[in-house]
């Protein structure tokens, strides 16, 4: 008997723990199945067509502010008021008088509390103004006399967004409702009425699009258990992530833009090895703390031609001030030792030569929140796989920094499987390294006529590797590397690596060079890993722009125009 | 005299006051004087734009420009720090805080506190709060914040050293002043900001949590140790641009009986961020309905 009531206690306790443990799970095929703004498809809409035109039109006009319709008498005189006013208008222009993105969310009678009670005069109406403007996200609110046409209160609100007027909140429905990705994911075709939050029948649900600070609300669609979000990006008319969470206590209260990123990124490819198949390549990868995209046992025909390759760090220096610049580590969004992160999943396309697919590339970018304004980075990690059984290891700054006097150095570890031997070419010979040691490819170091400067020799023959001098269509300038071999170990980078150099030094040592000094070893058949360090300088000057980023208004919105700088080596196999 | 003077000012207010802070007899430290500063219009700062360590700074008496910097090697010596705490004495504590990366900061040396002797200004180790980890990967913080209880002869320090994306391993330690000696513990908790009061005689610490925008408190003994398990009081949730804050630093303002909540970012990763993505909000306890009230 003690024993059944034993078991009559414990079920209650297993079926909650066996609940709790399906959430969970639940939960993390949500986050799986979580889509990122670039992997949504476009809503096509001719109410988005008629926004777009509506935008296109007040961005052209001398006061580019988008007027509210369907307006009273009254309130059309007031809103004319305002849009006549130097001091309402104030923030709807750059100060070089270029035209922001600003429109006129609400007029309403002002409520008691909008009015200073000395400066109440019940024989007259006071209508409450507000003003968005979607790129500085600044509500400039005024409290109008209607009688006598004057302010009674006129200020301005930083990261502040009023209530969304009615033309917007049916086109965020519209955007989400029509959407083939969202209506895939629901299995029908939702009603206007499904997006809006089930206990008010008025409300979009709340959200925040904290990486573009663009202005956005998210229509929900509840499904038996199950919320589908929808993030819609008002100032781009996309939509920026969709997600299923849980309705209730075991879903988080609130999805955005960046928890999207952040949680897809790290289920999965921080906790996950991603395998990719194609062109004859198989290519393991994963995003891991500190040390950017790692690529790990790559084959190529079936034959192990990669063990591990990877980015341990970015060195920044600025040369106007000494010592000062920044050694950073790349890698997941959180729980790592990042300083720039991730903030979209590696991405695989296409490699097109004189308009041949002859390869595909794995993408992987990182970047600061402020970005691409100043002292804010963006890095780009690209593996190309050419059919042919070539590779090239490369990245790329995309700006901006500290200021136009920058030099990058981004560190790689390139391990091949058995690599066995190195050599490198003096001019007339192959000239084989016996023991760990670096080298700086300049100006004047010889190259063969393939512009082959090194080999690593492995069991099935090895590498060519041909720096890069500018030769590979990416408008950059060269490497001007520093080379590096050492013995294979466990400790020197195997594993994840901390920061593995100082920022600010303009010589050999960027960091491989504690696996070499004071004493370096014999390489003893043992196997060998290169490091590969080059080096670029930033140009913001007009038409030579390199390693820059610069914001552009377009259309009363900031976009960003890049000019990365590529670097890194070509690896050519031989037989 | 001045003592006499102090504490003259400071009984009747805590006498009227039912609600105080539980570091009221902190000391600024003796050498500011003899190095030639002011306290007035000086600051200690370890946040100073591109600078490593502590720093004294005056400001001019207008207050518009820094007349002067104290800085000796000393405090360069264990890397970038984090915030500062004060004793009855005026010793200075502060702590191992890593910036964009851990050259300076290795992660074995991020459960360090650190004391600057009131006397000589020198900095040394204080304290190294126990590591129970090698493995740095997810997580390479450790000390996040201190405070400083009179009565219980307490310094606390949260810590979230060993804490893992899925497992909140972090603790928040009561230490002996005096002996070094951790007093008490709480485990398996990620804290951030560290605040005493004393609400109608009894005293509690407040804390922050890393993992969440929480509220959290405590209550404590006469000797500093915990009583109980920590409880939310109040939430910064959906509050502020971000919306997602955490609670980094929390000081509570005898004068105007407010505690002010210092937000920030964090996400357990060493994001460069030029703009440090931060608020300020002030709440005050309501000893009617005793809950926390945001004061706008």
Redo the contacts between chains.
């Keep these: 008997m003690k024993y059944v009531k034993f078991i009559a206690l414990c079920i209650p306790l297993i079926l909650f723990l066996s609940l709790s443990l399906t959430a969970q799970i639940s939960n993390k095929e949500d986050i799986e199945n979580s889509k990122i703004g670039y992997q949504v498809s476009e809503t096509k809409s001719p109410l988005i067509d008629q926004r777009k035109a509506k935008v296109n039109f007040y961005m052209q006009s001398p006061i580019p502010v988008i007027p509210l319709e369907n307006l009273s008498n009254e309130e059309k005189l007031v809103q004319d008021f305002c849009l006549k006013d130097p001091n309402f208008l104030k923030f709807t222009k750059d100060n070089k008088g270029q035209n922001y993105l600003n429109e006129i969310f609400g007029i309403y009678p002002a409520r008691p509390g909008d009015i200073n009670p000395k400066l109440f005069n019940d024989s007259t109406k006071y209508y409450r103004v507000e003003l968005f403007n979607f790129v500085l996200n600044i509500s400039t609110i005024a409290v109008v006399d209607a009688k006598n046409m004057k302010f009674v209160y006129l200020n301005y609100y930083e990261?502040s967004q009023p209530d969304i007027p009615l033309s917007l909140k049916e086109l965020a429905i519209e955007i989400a409702s029509k959407n083939k990705d969202v209506i895939a994911e629901l299995g029908f075709n939702p009603d206007k009425k499904d997006a809006l939050m089930p206990n008010t029948k008025t409300s979009l649900n709340?959200t925040?699009c904290?990486r573009s600070h663009h202005l956005c609300v998210a229509p929900t669609f509840i499904k038996n258990d199950k919320a589908l979000w929808a993030i819609v990006d008002l100032t781009d008319l996309k939509i920026a992530g969709i997600r299923w969470t849980n309705v209730g206590t075991t879903g988080p209260?609130?999805v955005?833009e960046r928890?999207i990123q952040?949680d897809k990124i790290?289920a999965c490819y921080c906790e996950k090895l991603n395998n990719l198949k194609k062109d004859n390549w198989e290519v393991n990868y994963h995003l891991t703390?500190?040390d950017g995209l790692e690529i790990v046992d790559v084959k190529y025909n079936n034959l192990p031609v990669i063990k591990s390759i990877k980015l341990v760090d970015w060195h920044v220096s600025y040369s106007s001030?000494d010592g000062?610049g920044?050694?950073?580590?790349i890698g997941?969004?959180?729980?790592?030792?990042?300083?720039?992160?991730a903030n979209q999943p590696p991405t695989v396309s296409d490699l097109v030569l004189n308009d041949k697919i002859v390869g595909f590339v794995i993408d992987q970018q990182y970047f600061?929140?402020?970005w691409p304004?100043?002292?804010?980075?963006n890095y780009v990690q690209r593996y190309e796989f050419y059919k042919d059984g070539r590779f090239r290891v490369t990245t790329a700054s995309i700006g901006r920094g500290c200021g136009n006097d920058g030099t990058y150095r981004p560190v790689f570890r390139i391990a091949l499987q058995n690599a066995k031997e190195f050599e490198e070419w003096d001019g007339n010979q192959w000239i084989k390294w016996n023991s760990e040691k670096w080298t700086l490819q300049s100006e004047t170091s010889p190259l063969t006529k393939e512009n082959y400067l090194y080999t690593i020799k492995t069991n099935n023959g090895g590498y060519f590797v041909e720096p890069n001098i500018g030769q590979f269509n990416d408008k950059s300038r060269g490497d001007n590397a520093y080379t590096y071999v050492t013995i294979s170990k466990q400790d020197e980078g195997e594993?994840?690596l901390?920061?593995i150099g100082?920022c600010c030094n303009s010589d050999y040592r960027q960091g491989p060079e504690k696996f070499i000094e004071p004493t370096p070893e014999p390489f003893d058949n043992n196997e060998l890993v290169m490091w590969y360090v080059p080096k670029m300088r930033n140009d913001d000057r007009k038409g030579n722009e390199y390693c820059w980023a610069e914001s552009v208004l377009k259309n009363g919105v900031y976009t960003a125009e890049v000019y990365p700088c590529f670097v890194g080596p070509m690896f050519i196999p031989f037989k | 005299m001045k003592y006499l003077y102090f504490l003259l000012l400071l009984i009747p207010n805590l006498a009227s006051s039912q609600i105080y802070s539980g570091n009221f007899c902190f000391k600024y430290p003796n050498f500011v004087q003899k190095e030639g500063y002011e306290m007035n219009r000086s600051a200690f700062s370890t946040s100073e734009n591109?600078q490593k360590g502590l720093y004294l700074i005056q400001y001019s008496l207008d207050r518009k420009k820094i007349e002067k910097k104290f800085h000796p090697n000393s405090w360069e010596s264990a890397g970038y720090l984090g915030g500062m705490i004060y004793d009855r004495i005026g010793n200075l504590y502060t702590f191992s805080a890593p910036h964009?990366?851990?050259?300076d900061n290795?992660?074995t040396k991020n459960n360090n506190i650190y004391i600057v002797d009131n006397q000589t200004a020198e900095l040394s180790l204080w304290k190294q709060l126990p590591i129970t980890t090698k493995d740095?990967?997810?997580?390479?913080f450790g000390v996040m914040a201190m405070t400083y209880f009179c009565t219980g002869n307490c310094i606390y320090a949260s810590t979230i050293s060993g804490s893992?994306?899925y497992e909140e391993n972090g603790k928040v330690y009561c230490i002996d002043e005096k002996t070094k000696e951790l007093k008490d513990s709480i485990q398996n908790f990620d804290g951030f900001g560290l605040c005493v009061i004393s609400i109608n005689g009894k005293f509690s610490l407040l804390m922050g949590n890393c993992r969440n925008s929480n509220l959290y408190s405590i209550d404590l003994n006469e000797n500093g140790k915990f009583i109980g398990k920590p409880t939310v009081i109040y939430s910064i949730?959906?509050v502020?641009?971000?919306?997602?804050d955490k609670i980094r630093k929390l000081v509570y303002n005898n004068k105007d009986n407010t505690l002010t909540i210092n937000t920030l970012e964090f996400?357990?990763?060493?994001?460069?961020?030029?703009?440090r993505?931060e608020s300020v909000i002030k709440i005050k306890y309501d000893l009617a309905n005793k809950k926390w009230d945001r004061v706008l």
């Design positions: 990261s709340k925040r904290e209260s609130l955005t928890s952040d790290t703390t500190s001030t000062f920044y050694s950073d580590a997941c969004p959180f729980f790592s030792q990042a300083a720039v992160y600061n929140p402020g304004l100043p002292c804010n980075y594993n994840n901390i920061t100082p | 591109r964009v990366n851990l050259i290795p992660p740095f990967d997810e997580n390479p893992k994306r949730e959906n502020g641009p971000r919306g997602d996400n357990y990763n060493l994001a460069a961020i030029l703009n993505p």
